[in-house]
């Protein structure tokens, strides 16, 4: 299998249409005009009131480092479906298009444009595989985060998942959205040092049979380790676990901090609270209980409510891998072509009203009531719009327009930043834990009817009245062409 390339990029990581279509627009010359693409999503992920968008960083490597290698010429030239000519085009292309977009970490809601790309339509084109790729997972797995933090409250919560996710990448920027979404801690060493996030961790049940001895493993363990979480759930966490750890952290004293135990296993409400009173009747009133296997938001909710006692949770497998919706469904949809240098609307008909696009240059923003200083509603307006200049907006759901409110006294700002100006990186990315910090905050701005796990309110997200003609507009030329 010829799966090693020195020269390997990521120019080839796109569907095999996208650069069928691309021939076709450079032999007919029109694949340097300009397109503008929009990413959004159309349903908010695991009946959650809000998503949190990652990502940005990634697509932002990708667009730097746009360029087809020798190999990934050779390739395609070895397909028998490309013309000399266009290979030799795609050898010089590189990314030169403008890119807005919500910063990482940003509240999301469906129907809204996370990103915006106005690019060379062969470019714009190629790129969109990847681009949904990045962003489908990233704000997935940042959002079911997000959604399990909202749950755990203050108390630790661990990315135990490298070796549940779907192969190495997902784990490794699953880990980074994770952090994204709230989580203050992960078990994959690599994604501490390339990204800086908190590294912890226990020991497995492998270690304990290995000794053969849970006692020994356990003293082994506390010889090396300076800070230990003695995992107790290997024979019988009452009768031996916990009492053998028990009887390391009074051998060793202050040569080690006894930091934890950890279970993965039986009752984990039971469990905890006979360890809390084993623990504190040995006078280790700061040693917390960990908990792991198999967790989600929803064991963790019913946890809680049985009063369990415990003050850290390692998740693996139901974060890293979204298991109950394991697809954001964030798709790319041209909203504006050019024609003799200027942009014209562009849409996509659908008897699914949900599914019919909104045509045109479009900005996306934030109301904030001056009053509560919360979010009110985001608001698509065309690009010529001023919604700052209004004293009244008036919000109305873009399907049931009878359902209306009107807003004044309010603040409102810009979704969108500009990141790449004509291929050239204008924004600079912010630190991983500005990042956190920034969902935290941004967090704040919203009320909890939006934001608990279980019926969220619907959080608005309106049309303008300009955009709502315009697509209405574009619609009916559209049905008139075919009547
Ligand atoms: N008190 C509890 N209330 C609700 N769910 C619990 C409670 N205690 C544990 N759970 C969850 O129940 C599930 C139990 O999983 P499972 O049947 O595989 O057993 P286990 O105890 O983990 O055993 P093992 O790991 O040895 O297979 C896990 O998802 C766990 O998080
Ligand atoms: O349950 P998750 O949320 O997916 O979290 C990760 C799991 O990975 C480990 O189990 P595993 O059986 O792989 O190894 P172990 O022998 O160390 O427990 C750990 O004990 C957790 O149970
Ligand atoms: O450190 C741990 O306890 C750990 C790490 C990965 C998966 N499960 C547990």
Sequence with gaps: MKYRHPDDGLALHTDYYQINMAQAYWEDNIHEKKAVFEVFFRKLPFGNGYAVFAGLERVVQYLENFRFTESDIEYLRELGEFSEGFLNYLKGLRFTGTVRSMREGEIVFAGEPIMRIEAPLIQAQIIETAILNIINYQTLIATKASRIKQVIGDELAMEFGTRRAQELDAAIWGTRAAYIGGFEATSNVRAGKLFGIPVAGTH??????????????????????????????????????????????????????????????????????????????????????????????????????????????????????????????????????????????????????????????????????????????????????????????????????????????????????????????????????????????????????????????????????????????????IKQQFS
Excluded at 234 to 260: C, H, M, Q, W
Excluded at 279 to 287: C, Q, R, S, V, Y
């Design 204 to 477: 497995s049940h492998s270690m304990v049979q290995a000794y053969r001895d849970e006692y020994e493993a356990f003293r082994s363990y506390a010889l090396r380790n300076k800070n230990c979480v003695f995992l107790v759930d290997t024979y019988d966490t009452l009768k031996s676990g916990i009492p053998n750890a028990i009887r390391v952290a009074k051998e060793f004293g202050d040569k080690i901090n006894f930091v934890g135990i950890r279970l993965d296993s039986g009752d984990l409400a039971y469990l905890s609270k006979e360890a809390r009173k084993m623990l504190d009747e040995a006078g280790f009133h700061k040693t917390k209980i960990y908990a792991s296997s198999d967790l989600d938001e929803y064991t963790i909710l019913h946890l809680k409510s049985q009063g369990a006692k415990i003050d850290a949770w390692g998740i693996g497998t139901k974060l890293i891998t979204a298991y109950d919706q394991p697809a954001l469904g964030a798709v790319y949809k041209m909203a504006a072509i050019e024609e003799d240098g200027k942009f014209v609307d562009t849409i996509k008909i659908s008897s699914n009203p949900e599914k019919v696009t909104t045509p045109g240059l479009k900005k996306v923003y934030r109301i904030i009531s001056k009053t509560t200083k919360k979010a009110v509603g985001d608001y698509i307006a065309m690009e010529w719009e001023r919604p700052e200049k209004e004293k009244t907006l008036k919000l109305f759901h873009p399907t049931h327009t009878y359902i209306c409110k009107y807003v004044s006294n309010f603040e409102i700002y810009d979704l969108h930043h500009e990141i790449f100006k004509d291929g050239k990186l204008v924004y600079s990315l912010p630190p991983l834990k500005e990042i956190q910090n920034f969902v935290k905050s941004n967090l704040q701005m919203f009320w909890e009817e939006y934001k608990r796990s279980l019926n969220p309110e619907h959080y608005p997200v309106d049309l303008s009245q300009a955009c709502w003609d315009n697509r209405m507009n574009n619609i009916k030329k």
